[in-house]
């Protein structure tokens, strides 16, 4: 599983996500935690692997 830590703001929801990545997009990826999927908008996407998954 891996952790995403959103920036606290006014627009974000959410402090951090645990789950594993199922998507990477140009912009954004696509974490998949408790059967929903949640697109999270990053500055560098492709610093993420497909299915990665935290220790």
Do not use: R, W
């Not at 998949?32 to 990665?52: K, M, R, V, W």
């Amino acid at each position: 599983m891996i952790t995403i830590v959103v920036k606290k703001g006014e627009s974000n929801v959410y402090e951090y996500i645990k789950g594993t990545v199922e998507f990477i997009g140009p912009e954004y990826v696509v974490v998949e935690a408790g059967d929903i999927g949640y697109q999270l908008y990053t500055p560098n996407p492709f610093s993420f692997s497909p299915h990665e998954k935290s220790h």
